[in-house]
């Protein structure tokens, strides 16, 4: 293994352009090479500090991957290469029609358990909640694109409240599969 830059940035450790529109097969072939390259039988005979260096640039690869296989992570982590940090991210204003809209969708959760076919409600809901996140990862692309970076925050701001909607979405969803 060649020495580990720790300085590099998530994205050139994995030789992608720094962007939020990424060819994600090319991130897993370099995942699984960098992996390979960092399996601690190729360090078995090494020295300690080898092993050591070893362990921690293979959690610095996963961390890498994490955050760039997601789409929220990774544009939270553009922002954070153009220096802002995540206090600013989360502080940005967010247009009210969009909160009555985040109520509104929690409160169609909490009373999925009264439905009598909430399986249907709750698939037609999750397809919206998706469609909702994939039009802020647009509205994101654009506003980075054009180095808007209060509009980016704020695309990221409403994707962080429908990741976590979605994510009570599919709780429901597993707690009404095994009722």
Do not use: W
Not at 110 to 124: G, N, R, W
Request: hydrophobic share 40%; aromatic share 8%.
């Amino acid at each position: 293994m060649s020495s580990p830059d720790f300085s590099q940035n998530y994205f050139q450790l994995f030789e992608l352009p720094v962007q939020f529109a990424i060819d994600t097969q090319l991130l897993g072939n370099r995942y699984r090479q960098l992996q390979r390259e960092l399996h601690p039988d190729r360090y078995a005979s090494a020295a300690e500090h080898e092993k050591r260096v070893a362990v921690q640039y293979s959690a610095f690869v996963n961390e890498a991957y994490s955050a760039l296989r997601s789409p929220l992570k990774r544009a939270l982590y553009l922002l954070e290469l153009k220096g802002m940090s995540q206090q600013e991210i989360s502080g940005q204003q967010v247009d009210g029609g969009f909160l009555i809209e985040q109520m509104e969708l929690r409160e169609k959760l909490e009373s999925m358990h009264d439905l009598v076919d909430p399986d249907t409600v709750l698939d037609h809901l999750v397809a919206e909640i998706s469609s909702d996140i994939k039009i802020h990862q647009a509205e994101f692309e654009a506003a980075y694109n054009q180095s808007d970076l209060t509009a980016a925050a704020s695309a990221c701001v409403k994707m962080q409240y429908l990741e976590k909607i979605l994510q009570e979405a599919e709780q429901i969803e597993s707690e009404l599969m095994d009722s």
